[in-house]
């Protein structure tokens, strides 16, 4: 991983709710100064090889303002072209609005923010148009216990110390499970995440961070929304699991329902576990010992 920002890539289909992404990026513009590659591509036989004017006017008022931003445009699908741009210029970033042209069920909910993040090796910062961005002072990561989701801490840590952020490390504590043996009532007891928090937050502590832990009892996306309402949360930081992604951890689930309706941009990181490595190095020929 490099040491901070040094490119983002923003795709935009031209509307103006892919370009609620401009907004989210410009925390990370202000601390980083990076260059920030707007991207554009050309899907179909209709195409005119010409950027709407929308973008270039875009591009034109981030270079006015003192941004390092230009222009790419590239033919195809634009899933395969957004991995392909960023893979071919050590991009540390992409940032992807939740609606463009086609609204969030092309660009979320089985399109191209899925297919990116089911392959991209770099993580995504994701935003709705209706999100209002602010200075990033209070960080919010979404943890479940597992050392894949603390994957996501170096990025939270590095970002906090940069902007001057404060971490609040969230755990959702599960409601009680009652069930029957037999004919007998059986009930389970929340196991208390707050031991565990407050252990990562021991360490994001020695390494320079401002930490919390809050662990609010309830079901993960509605506590975890409430949570993000009611602090007025700048970030949200958390992982997705495996090469499926979305596909697998997103749609009709937790993260889902966070993307749809979180009050602030989502930081996400796709980790793969070990035996996924394993599965797609056999997959593309590659010796593993």
Not at 95 to 118: C, F
Not at 143 to 167: C, H, K, N, W, Y
Not at 215 to 225: D, N, R, V
Not at 272 to 285: C, I
């Amino acid at each position: 991983m490099r040491e901070g920002y040094r490119k983002i890539l923003v795709p935009t289909d031209g509307s103006l709710g892919s370009e609620a992404a401009f907004s989210a990026i410009m925390p990370l513009v202000r601390a980083f100064s990076p260059e920030v590659a707007v991207l554009h591509v050309f899907e179909g036989p209709e195409a005119t090889f010409l950027p709407p004017e929308r973008i270039s006017t875009t591009c034109a008022a981030l270079r006015s303002a003192g941004v390092n931003a230009y222009l790419e445009l590239r033919e195809g699908a634009p899933a395969r072209e957004i991995l392909l741009a960023a893979s071919g210029k050590n991009v540390d970033l992409i940032a992807l609005s939740t609606q463009g042209r086609g609204g969030v069920a092309r660009w979320v909910a089985g399109s191209v923010a899925e297919e990116v993040l089911r392959q991209a090796d770099v993580p995504l910062l994701i935003t709705r148009p209706s999100t209002l961005v602010h200075d990033w002072k209070t960080i919010v990561i979404a943890l479940d216990g597992s050392a894949r989701a603390e994957e996501i801490l170096p990025d939270a840590v590095r970002l906090a110390r940069t902007v001057g952020a404060t971490l609040q490390v969230l755990q959702v504590a599960l409601p009680i499970v009652a069930g029957v043996i037999g004919s007998i009532p059986v009930s389970l007891p929340i196991e208390d995440p707050m031991p565990y928090l407050k252990r990562v937050v021991a360490r994001l502590e020695a390494q320079g961070a401002r930490a919390t832990a809050v662990a609010p009892e309830g079901t993960p996306q509605k506590e975890i929304l409430r949570h993000l309402k009611d602090t007025g949360a700048s970030l949200l930081c958390m992982t997705t699991h495996g090469r499926s992604g979305l596909s697998r951890l997103l749609l009709g689930s937790v993260a889902e329902q966070i993307l749809r309706h979180s009050p602030c941009p989502v930081y996400l990181r796709r980790t793969v576990s070990t035996e996924e490595h394993v599965e797609a190095a056999v997959a593309h020929g590659i010796a593993v010992y």
